[in-house]
């Protein structure tokens, strides 16, 4: 019987294939049906193979007495039981090199849909409003100041082009850095947002950051100003977002990911100055392709001889 169960399946199907070639894995998503079986094949798992946005609900986890590695299809493990994790010795991967530059590929491609108004524009010809009258215009985003919080792998590639080729003056906060060693460094969000006409969401998802973008953040990045999120809804305080949309306290919002996905608030849906994408940031089949490797050579190299590429340090 298989050691390895996958949790959903993976887009592109390939990496489907190559799963079930090399390891057989129990596909989590068609154990539903009986209670028997499902019970005798989680309590042979050693290998659970997931998503950062999926990860691995605590009591699936505890069902699992033999389980040793998570394999995560992605950069994020907000979504997995680090405790339990810890005190059970169990191993976790992630792939974060892999998407690095389709994330921050993301951040540009939002930033510029949402000043140059690109989605509404779209929805401005398909609902025949071009027929009536003429869409606003944007704005230019060389010159402005680009303010990312957390600035990791991801924040750092979306900092470099669109500080580079956009000519956007970068500031950042991130919780190992010291603003008195770095003068683009600010101590918290609510000084970065102050000093910034966009501002980008690219840190972990964490207790520590649930709800941390809230009203004084967002209203201090003001009315020209945008919020961009690529990184988990958990940061942003969606009630705070919405409200501040509404009163126009803040400019506009483009978001990738949200806290409930697949639901997303009617306000979101309905509001002008949003632009909203379903979770793709990672989403080109290259990248996909090397998350899928990598996944598949953590789990090879696993059961070959123990060892393990891109763990976690619990
Ligand atoms: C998902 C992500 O892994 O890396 C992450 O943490 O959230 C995404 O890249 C992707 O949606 C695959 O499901």
Redesign the pocket.
């Known amino acids: 019987m298989t050691d390895v169960l996958q949790l959903s399946p993976y887009a592109p199907d390939e990496i489907n294939e190559e799963m079930d070639r090399r390891f057989s894995p129990a596909h989590y998503w068609e154990l539903q049906q009986d209670e028997d079986l499902k019970a005798q094949i989680l309590s042979n798992i050693r290998v659970v193979a997931t998503?950062?946005?999926?990860g691995l609900p605590a009591e699936l986890m505890a069902s699992l007495p033999n389980l040793e590695l998570i394999t995560v299809?992605?950069?994020?493990y907000d979504k997995i039981d680090l405790d339990q994790a810890r005190n059970r010795n169990i191993i976790i991967t992630t792939t974060p090199d892999a998407?690095t530059e389709a994330v921050a590929d993301h951040v540009v491609a939002l930033a510029l849909a949402s000043s140059r108004r690109i989605a509404e524009g779209d929805r401005f010809i398909r609902n025949g409003d071009w027929l009536r009258g003429k869409l606003g215009i944007g704005y230019s985003l060389r010159g402005k100041t680009l303010g990312i919080f957390g600035y990791g792998r991801i924040g750092r590639k979306a900092a470099e082009i669109l500080g580079g080729t956009f000519g956007m003056h970068v500031l950042y906060c991130d919780r190992n850095s010291n603003p008195a060693e770095d003068s683009l460094c600010r101590g918290t969000p609510l000084e970065l947002a102050n000093e910034s006409d966009v501002l980008v969401i690219a840190a972990s998802g964490s207790p520590d950051t649930k709800n941390i973008i809230d009203i004084n953040i967002l209203e201090a990045l003001g009315p020209q100003g945008l919020l961009i999120n690529i990184a988990r809804g958990s940061l942003v305080n969606t009630q705070h977002l919405i409200t501040a949309l509404e009163s126009r306290k803040l400019g506009a919002a483009a978001l990738d990911v949200f806290p409930d996905e697949p639901n997303v608030p009617n306000e979101l849906i309905s509001s002008p100055y949003t632009t909203l994408t379903p979770?793709l940031?990672?989403?080109t089949l290259e990248t996909r392709l090397e998350m899928g490797r990598q996944v598949i050579e953590n789990i090879s190299s696993y059961t070959r001889n123990g060892e393990v590429f891109s763990r976690l340090n619990l």
């Open positions: 998503k950062g946005d999926l299809y992605g950069a994020g998407l979770h940031a990672s989403a």
